[in-house]
Structure formats: structure tokens, C-alpha cells
């Protein structure tokens, strides 16, 4: 079983649900990064979900677009993000995955990023323009000591489920509507698809993310899942304020609190 898979287990066994905190590699501030992202651990992520900062991405919303544009800036790119990943993993045996696209992996060689991922202290893997029918060719073996996680949507059929949840290791990410992250709020939980979820994927655990910003969002999913993802709701909060990024951790924390006792 994997190491994250066992994380989101141990969690469930207490009788709560797992929080994911997404981050984008080295914002809001390159000098302060590694501080940033153990006090999210600190105030309660059980994930972290590093992003690495990319000029063209598909998945992402206009917040965690304008934050990987200001990352780029500042010079942040893999080499980079492998480094805060060994300073974190100084102070923190909690999992750490990387969400990157696939561009930027090959530019850097498969096979070194895949070695590096593994020796700087990375889990796991989420290259989401890399669909599962690709992945085997692509990570050619190199990935095999890191949990790949894929992603399912409202649109997904049912088979395909079922061959992402057998190809996938440590959790299923659960895209909660059709779009980009961050356009939930608007949009009325899908339950026939969340049941789906709850009913189809049985390998894997679930984790269900993009759009999802406060408790009350969280608390809407958490009957069909085994935790949540928040990203945007947390890099919108960032970009809002400066170092201690007080408003950003108190979010983190009632995030977590919501997740308590809820089985």
C-alpha cells in the first residue's frame, strides 16, 4: 500500500476526512516558501500538493494562473521546487506531490525527474495532460517508486472509472464540475456523479477538488469521499496579504476543523 494511500487510511480510521492543500512552487515569496508550506502543514493539511509553476497549463483557473505567471517571474522552475521539497522534508514526513504538466517534464528528462522527484522526498505525481492511456509510455518504469494519481470528472463513463482507479496508486482525484480549478462556487454539486464516485472506485481512495473553498463546499462532498483538495480558495487568500499569511493559515485550519468527526 502506498505511503499516501496509508496517510488518507489512518486519517479515515480516526473518523475523519484528509485535507490536500495545493501550493504553488515558490509563491507568494521564493525566500519564505519552505516556512509557508510547513506552517500549512502545521495548521492542518495532511497533503501538500506542490505545483510546479508552468507558462500554458490546461487545468488551471485564472488565481493559480496568475500565480504560477508571478512564480515564473521569479524564477522558480523544477530544480527549484526539488530543492524547497528537501527543506520541507526536514521537518515534515507528511506526503508532498507534485502537480506539473508534461512539458516541462520532458524538457527536463523523464527519467532525471522522475529519479529526482524521488531522492528530493516526493510521493506522488499529478501530470494531468497526461491521460491514463499514456501513462505507461510515458513514465516508461521510471515512476514506479511514486504514486501517479489521476483525474475523473462529471464526464467521465463509468469503465473509464474503474480503469483510472485500477491504474492509479494512493488516491483517485475527483474533479467535483466540468471546467477549471476554481469555478465551483457557482455550480450545484452534481450527486448522481458523487455516488458514482462512492459506488465505482474501490483500489484507490478519493479525494475530490477544484472549486472547493470553504467548509460549507466541504461539507457538501464529504459523504462521497475519503477528503478534499483545496488550491485556488488558498492561492486567492495568498495573494490577498503578506508574511505571517495569517488569513491563509486560519482558512487552513477551518478547513480542517470541518473535516473532524464526519464519517
Known sequence: MSMIKNQIQAINDKGDKALSVFLTSGFPNKINFTELALNVFNAGADILEIGIPFSDPIADGAVIQ????????????ISATFEYVKE???????PILLMGYANP??????ERFAEDSYNSGVNGLIIPDV???????????????LDIISLIAPTTPVNRIKMIDEESSGFVYCVSVNGITGKNSD????ESY???IKNTITKNKTLIGFGISSPEDAKKVLPYCDGIIVGSAIIKSLLKEKSPYRETLNLVRE????LINCN
Open 131 to 145: 491521460p491514463v492511456d499514456e501513462q505507461k509510455v510515458f513514465c516508461k518504469n521510471y515512476f514506479n517508486k
Open 105 to 110: 517534464v520532458l524538457a527536463y528528462g523523464i
Open 66 to 77: 496568475k500565480s504560477s505567471q508571478l512564480a515564473l517571474k521569479n524564477g522558480i522552475n
Open 187 to 190: 455550480k450545484e454539486i452534481n
Open 255 to 258: 478547513l480542517k476543523d470541518s
Open 88 to 94: 520541507i522534508r526536514k521537518s515534515s514526513a507528511k
Open 194 to 196: 458523487l455516488r458514482t
